[in-house]
């Protein structure tokens, strides 16, 4: 495990206006402290441009404890970001119950609701005429292996081999179509462009069982051409999701830093040749907290000693044409 030496960091000369709440005298007098995480700065982040937009908070109607209310007037927010992100370095919530059931920690939801923000502020892609997905993926069948494709609204797919050599889709019926899984329906790129954006109404679509909806909702962030809205309404649902953990800052298999999030779950697993069979799968997600893009996923089975399976997302995004 590498360790990490922290420098220590004066606290900046900050306005006094902004410095009007309880608390700021010792934050003042604290003096030196550890750099904050780069999760709780980008959720910091986060927080104070939602204010200074006058953006109200995502989904103020959910029922959610936090430490410290988001919908305040800017200098409130500001100072509140200011003494999350810079005294504590860290900030501890509850873990709600809604149901007999454990809710996603506090902190998972809030960072969730963030990155739904982040997601929600990216720029659209302007029409794009093709998808491009290139994915690493390590597993128990195939070993290593990086599979570079592209689709287009149709849904045809084009794979690209490291050499550059482009495959065309097959014609007629033949061809493998890219579609995600939204509930019972298997839906193409046109048709995601036409899921709603609001968030009840999105949940709705997806399965009622919290852990499906949770799957399902994670295979549309990972490689889908969902529009910014969407993909920030996609955030939303899994901010509700219950069980999710925040792991915190991590560095994924290329080394890139993210923020992980962590969920248990049961689901059909195929070890080797043998049938599918039910099993608990532990399923980690480590998202650029700078662009609400997934990095990696990966999938531990818990009742078995198997190799985890990892998918690296290398590039996902719109391209103008194939290779």
């Not at 830093?257 to 608990?280: D, F, I, L, N």
């Not at 996923?297 to 997302?313: E, G, I, M, Q, S």
Request: proline share 10%; aromatic share 6%; no cysteine.
């Amino acid at each position: 495990m590498t360790e990490h030496t922290h420098t220590a960091h004066t606290v900046p000369t900050v306005p006094t206006d902004l410095l009007d709440f309880p608390g700021a005298a010792e934050l003042i007098a604290a003096g030196d402290v550890p750099p904050p995480s780069s999760g709780i700065v980008a959720a910091a982040q986060a927080a104070v441009a939602r204010a200074a937009r006058g953006e109200a908070p995502p989904s103020p109607a959910r029922p959610r404890l936090r430490p410290l209310p988001l919908a305040r007037r800017r200098r409130v927010l500001v100072a509140a970001a200011a003494v999350a992100a810079i005294a504590a370095g860290a900030v501890a919530y509850p873990v709600l119950d809604v149901g007999g059931r454990p809710a996603a920690t506090a902190s998972a939801s809030q960072f969730l609701d963030d990155m739904a923000a982040v997601a929600s502020d990216a720029p659209a892609a302007t029409d794009p005429q093709y998808w491009k997905v290139r994915v690493e993926t390590v597993n128990q069948d195939d070993g290593k292996r990086t599979d570079t494709t592209f689709f287009d609204h149709e849904g045809r797919v084009w794979s690209v081999d490291p050499d550059g050599t482009v495959h065309e889709p097959p014609a007629g019926e033949k061809g493998k179509v890219k579609k995600w899984p939204v509930g019972e329906k298997w839906l193409t790129w046109p048709a995601l462009g036409q899921l709603p954006t609001d968030e009840k109404a999105l949940a709705a679509l997806f399965p009622a069982d919290p852990e499906s909806r949770f799957e399902q909702v994670a295979i549309l962030l990972e490689d889908s051409p969902a529009s910014p809205q969407l993909r920030g309404a996609l955030f939303r649902i899994l901010a509700d999701a219950p069980g999710v953990r925040l792991v915190g800052d991590v560095r994924d298999s290329k080394g890139r830093a993210g923020v992980a999030v962590e969920v248990t779950r049961k689901s059909w697993y195929r070890v080797g040749s043998a049938k599918p069979v039910t099993h608990r799968t532990k399923d980690r997600y480590v998202v650029d907290p700078r662009t609400g893009l997934l990095l990696e996923t990966t999938h531990k089975l818990l009742d078995r000693d198997a190799p985890v399976d990892r998918y690296t997302w290398l590039e996902v995004g719109p391209a103008d044409r194939v290779g």
